[in-house]
Nanobody, 118 residues
Framework: VQLQASGGGLVQAGGSLRLSCAYSGRTFGAGNVMGWFRQAPGEERQRVASIGVSGGATTYANSVKGRLTISRDAAKNTLYLQMDNLKPEDTAVYYC???????????WGQGTQVTVSS
């Protein structure tokens, strides 16, 4: 399984970015979950959003609710994270990941840097 994250960059506070994660090597289905995580320097990795592959149920960290939106295009094998009203505290490396079952995420992308200037 390969996941390739892209779309990061430098943006001013209040701006928007859309991250993409192209995946290949396996067909995902019921019970699988895809997610976006982020890690800022000196901090623990944090899950910011997840989406169920079957049914599309989403979850968000409280700090991003109402500003970040996770979605998936099954036809394009791509996971997205629409990021609006960005804040300096959103600055981090963002990773996409897939959970096959259980609680542990099994496959990870390489990360894309998001920097929000004040």
């Amino acid at each position: 399984v390969q996941l390739q994250a892209s779309g990061g960059g430098l943006v001013q506070a209040g701006g928007s970015l859309r991250l993409s994660c192209a995946y290949s090597g396996r067909t995902f289905g019921a019970g699988n979950v895809m997610g976006w995580f982020r890690q800022a320097p000196g901090e623990e990795r944090q899950r910011v959003a997840s989406i169920g592959v079957s049914g599309g149920a989403t979850t968000y960290a409280n700090s991003v609710k109402g500003r970040l939106t996770i979605s998936r295009d099954a036809a394009k094998n791509t996971l997205y994270l629409q990021m609006d009203n960005l804040k300096p505290e959103d600055t981090a490396v963002y990773y996409c990941a897939v959970r096959i079952d259980g609680t542990k995420y099994d496959f990870w992308g390489q990360g894309t840097q998001v920097t929000v200037s004040s």
